[in-house]
């Protein structure tokens, strides 16, 4: 957690402070690389579900672990964590349906929509341009993304219409891909939002991408790429005197 804070730390806490040296984003990028294969590819059944909401839990945790925040907020996101899977596990055991429901959704979004504002909080008082400074700006980028697939899904469910105009039934790798396809302004037109709300959102993630692209991971790596660049040292003078041409 975070260094200096003062709330005493439980055994579990503990151990991961001592065994975490912090702002290890590459853990965070390969559990949301996880996560995405696990939704994009998975069997489309209820478990499923459940393991991705898992992911999702863990991946927050990561995140926060490796940002250093205090106690007390790890704390919390561990017991917003725990209520979600359970929630995901009762949710199984009641209905037992394949599809993802609209409340399934809005728990992805609040699992993940956090985890963008931590990573880039910790970033920006760290002050400090590295390898994993920049594995940070790409885990927002693609929670960016993964984001914006959970509240196409959740309008699709709320909403009296369907999100898509190809399309009556809409499953969770289709707006995964329709998120990250929009995000990176490859616009294959295969899956092309129905309402104005999907629209807009479409537009705002497509700015979004782009300029996150050209601006923050652009900066970034190109200040990593200086860094990494030896300045040639002068070489060295010599001051002993030159022998002379005659003989004295």
């Known amino acids: 957690m975070a260094y200096g804070d003062k709330t005493s730390a439980t055994p579990v806490e503990a151990w991961l402070e001592q065994h975490s040296p912090g702002y290890q984003y590459g853990w965070v990028l390969l559990l949301l690389a996880m996560t995405f294969v696990v939704m994009a590819a998975g069997p489309p059944d209820a478990w499923t579900r459940i393991l991705t909401v898992s992911l999702q839990g863990l991946t927050l945790m990561a995140a926060l672990l490796a940002s250093r925040v205090s106690r007390r907020l790890f704390r919390l996101a561990a017991v917003v964590t725990l209520i979600a899977l359970l929630a995901a596990v009762v949710s199984v055991l009641i209905s037992g349906s394949s599809q993802p429901t609209s ?133 060295p003078v010599d001051a002993s005197p030159e022998p002379s041409d005659a003989a004295s």
């Open 103 to 235: 409340a399934f959704f809005l728990l992805s979004i609040m699992l993940v929509a956090a985890v963008p504002w931590v990573i880039a909080r910790a970033l920006w008082e760290r002050r400090i341009i590295d390898v994993q400074t920049v594995l940070g700006a790409i885990c927002i980028y693609v929670l960016l993304g993964m984001m914006f697939a959970f509240v196409y899904a959740a309008i699709n469910g709320l909403g009296n219409d369907d999100f898509f105009v190809q399309t009556k039934h809409a499953t969770t790798p289709d707006f995964l891909y329709f998120s990250y396809i929009t995000q990176t302004t490859v616009g294959y037109g295969d899956f092309t939002a129905a309402g104005d709300l999907g629209r807009a959102l479409a537009v705002l993630e497509a700015l979004t991408g782009q300029l996150y692209l050209v601006t923050i991971i652009a900066v970034l790596v190109s200040r990593l790429s200086g860094r990494n660049v030896a300045t040639p040292a002068s070489a």
